[in-house]
């Protein structure tokens, strides 16, 4: 198994990390909790990384987790954890195993407030929600919308 990268640690990090319980993932995937609140705690980013690695399990060699068992974030199953970077930005995403129009209501219901930003183009539906200077939220899928799963991100450096 690759050993984890720092990033991966520092973007692990939350407030007290137990487990890699649906809450803190959810919490990570949403920005309520993230690596640049606490990256200067490097106990708290080994502990969750810690138990993150005890309830996913590495695909491969690269950057894709699989969860050992049912996780869910915004009441919507988990299939993929994405804990570094994903395409254009460094952060922490999910592969949701639900389809864009179930699960954008399920995510505004969690944050609280509706997604903005939306977008089609270039085969990819999206919507996104700064949360905070070098925060924001995006929620993608495929633009025909036939796709049966969607993606949902903190991301910290994302660039527009």
């Not at 692990?12 to 487990?19: D, E, I, N």
């Not at 060699?61 to 299939?79: E, I, M, Q, R, S």
């Not at 903005?116 to 924001?136: P, V």
Request: with cysteine; proline share 5%.
């Amino acid at each position: 198994m690759r050993r984890l990268a720092p990033a991966l640690l520092i973007a692990l990090a939350v407030t007290t990390a137990v487990s890699a319980d649906d809450v803190k993932i959810e919490r990570l995937a949403t920005c309520q909790d993230s690596w640049l609140d606490f990256k200067e705690d490097p106990a708290k980013s080994k502990a969750f990384a810690e138990a993150f690695m005890a309830s996913f399990n590495q695909k491969g060699n690269g950057g894709t987790f699989t969860p050992k068992t049912k996780v869910l974030v915004a009441g919507l199953p988990v299939v993929e954890a994405h804990p570094e970077s994903v395409g254009m930005g460094v952060g922490f995403s999910v592969v949701l195993d639900a389809p864009f129009a179930t699960a954008r209501p399920a995510v505004e219901k969690v944050m609280g407030r509706p997604l903005k930003d939306c977008e089609k183009g270039d085969g990819m539906q999206m919507c996104g929600l700064e949360i905070a200077e070098k925060k924001t939220l995006m929620l993608m899928s495929d633009e025909a919308g036939t796709s049966k799963q969607s993606l949902l991100g903190c991301y910290y450096f994302y660039a527009k």
